[in-house]
């Protein structure tokens, strides 16, 4: 504003337009420039290292993985988060055994003393990452953001004889959506009033350990967790077009609208699950807070690409420009919910879809 013009106007009248809250659904200003923090340049230079070679797919367990957690975890310690881990640390450890390869039980010996392992695989240190900004009212409880960083390692070589499953979209995306998210809460002067939880999860692709770890021993207690937010292949329109994403459960509970509303301002499309043959609520992070009475449900967009779980998941096929737009129609949509504008609730008795979810195409033309 013009500072001229601003003292051309009586303080209590400056004091009464700084405390009228945005007509409708309209984001406060505070939100836009939170918001425009996140950028598709900063999405794709970390996803860049997230989904590169170097990390050789981020097996559980793996060195690649280890590295990948550590780089989260200098990201959440720049922004000046919460350490949500063990002790003073970002990394929750996780227990995980390594299953006993298939080549070196062919190699074993069919009978006679060797014929049966002498020792168990050792067991292989992995860890959630998790940080934490606390709000301004703990009496308002906390919301979570997930999204798992593991992916399937080194496997099948393709027609091109690659190895390596980058996991770039599967879940990249998500990942390096969280952190967007956490720079866009960390850079705002007026902290939201409930806490909110960033977690990046290990072994999603190994039956949800990560996950099922952290609401067994949460670091905001679950009673006072609102909802968790996954996200989860996030970075491809494949399908649906741009400009849109959809949420899972959208029928079971209030989440999905809520964000519906911050995807208006960001030029967004938010919509309920197209896929119900697929049954994606089932499918990811999100089911183990609901396994635990929590509300949580999955954003994505072009999931069925026909890279899924192939090597071909590369970094130099995601959206960024469009994968900005998305993550910034979440931020707005949370935001409703962080500065207890809006509460997701259940629509019914229970977290459990009582059929799949219909099957519902986009409304509308995608926005410009």
């Known amino acids: 504003m013009n500072r001229l013009r601003l003292l051309a106007f009586p303080a209590s009248a400056v004091l009464l337009i700084i405390a009228?809250?945005?007509?409708?659904?309209?984001?406060?200003?505070?939100?836009?420039?939170?918001?425009a923090t996140i950028k598709a340049a900063d999405l794709k230079k970390?996803?860049?290292?997230?989904?590169?070679?170097?990390?050789e797919g981020r097996a559980t367990g793996s060195q690649g993985q280890w590295l990948a957690g550590e780089f989260l975890a200098k990201r959440f310690e720049?922004?000046?988060?919460?350490?949500?881990?063990?002790?003073d640390s970002y990394h929750q450890k996780v227990d995980f055994t390594p299953r006993k390869k298939k080549k070196d039980a062919d190699d074993a010996p069919a009978s006679g003393p060797a014929a049966k392992p002498t020792t168990k695989p050792a067991p292989v240190e992995v860890s959630n990452v998790v940080g934490i900004l606390r709000g301004t009212d703990a009496s308002l409880g906390a919301i979570v953001f997930s999204a798992h960083y593991d992916h399937l390692g080194r496997g099948r070589a393709d027609e091109k004889g690659d190895t390596i499953y980058n996991g770039a979209d599967d879940d990249g995306s998500?990942?390096?959506s969280v952190l967007a998210l956490a720079k866009a809460y960390s850079s705002r002067r007026d902290k939201p009033k409930r806490t909110?939880?960033?977690?990046?999860?290990?072994?999603e692709e190994i039956g949800g350990l990560g996950s099922k770890a952290y609401v067994t021993t949460p670091k905001v207690p679950l009673e006072k967790t609102l909802c968790d937010i996954n996200l989860e292949m996030m970075g491809r329109s494949f399908g649906i077009g741009e400009k849109r994403a959809w949420?899972?459960?959208?029928?079971?509970?209030?989440?999905?609208?809520?964000?519906?509303?911050?995807?208006?301002?960001?030029?967004i499309e938010i919509y309920p699950d197209p896929y119900p043959e697929q049954m994606y609520y089932y499918r990811s992070d999100n089911m183990a807070f609901v396994s635990k009475n929590v509300i949580g449900q999955t954003v994505s967009a072009g999931s069925n690409h026909p890279q899924y779980h192939k090597p071909s998941d590369e970094v130099g096929l995601i959206e960024f420009d469009n994968l900005e737009a998305i993550v910034r129609a979440v931020y707005f949509g949370s935001a409703r919910i962080a500065d207890g504008q809006d509460e997701p609730k259940l629509t019914g008795d229970s977290l459990e879809l009582k059929a799949a979810p219909r099957k519902k195409k986009p409304e509308s033309a995608p926005a410009k």
């Open 247 to 267: 949420v899972t459960g959208w029928d079971v509970t209030t989440l999905g609208p809520i964000l519906a509303k911050g995807g208006k301002a960001a030029g």
């Open 174 to 176: 998500g990942t390096v």
């Open 78 to 87: 720049e922004l000046k988060l919460e350490k949500g881990g063990d002790g």
């Open 46 to 55: 970390d996803l860049s290292y997230i989904a590169s070679d170097e990390l």
């Open 20 to 35: 009228q809250p945005p007509a409708g659904d309209e984001p406060r200003d505070a939100d836009k420039a939170a918001a």
């Open 196 to 203: 909110i939880v960033f977690a990046c999860f290990t072994g």
